[in-house]
Nanobody, 123 residues
Framework: QVQLQESGGGLVQAGGSLRLSCAGSGGTFRDYTMGWFRQAPGKEREFVVGICWEGGSIYYADSVQGRFTISKNNDENTVYLKMDSLKPEDTAVYSC????????????????WGQGTQVTVSS
């Protein structure tokens, strides 16, 4: 089972950018579909973006389409989330997750989770 660790969160002004990283260990990273989720205070965890294990298929939530970019480096066992044009409503704890199937937006489909990294966007 892959262990996941996120980093790169922080405080940024609206319109700014951040890049999150999710480092995996303990498994064959290239075999996993990776996803990013986020959870804002008082809200349920929601799907942000997923990238299929072979890297050819990517699916973004409508709320981040055109602003966020996911990439996966199998040699480094790392998946990245570049977030541009950040908005206050993007404030949340961002977590990465993996699974061996295709991209799914429901949290129950994902197998391993990192602990998350806080992203705060000020207005």
């Amino acid at each position: 089972q892959v262990q996941l660790q996120e980093s790169g969160g922080g405080l940024v002004q609206a319109g700014g950018s951040l890049r999150l990283s999710c480092a995996g260990s303990g498994g064959t990273f290239r075999d996993y579909t990776m996803g990013w989720f986020r959870q804002a205070p008082g809200k349920e965890r929601e799907f942000v973006v997923g990238i299929c294990w072979e890297g050819g298929s990517i699916y973004y939530a409508d709320s981040v389409q055109g602003r966020f970019t996911i990439s996966k480096n199998n040699d480094e066992n790392t998946v990245y989330l570049k977030m541009d044009s950040l908005k206050p409503e993007d404030t949340a704890v961002y977590s990465c997750a993996d699974q061996t199937g295709g991209i799914q937006t429901v949290t129950i489909a994902w197998e391993s989770w990192g602990q998350g990294t806080q992203v705060t966007v000020s207005s």
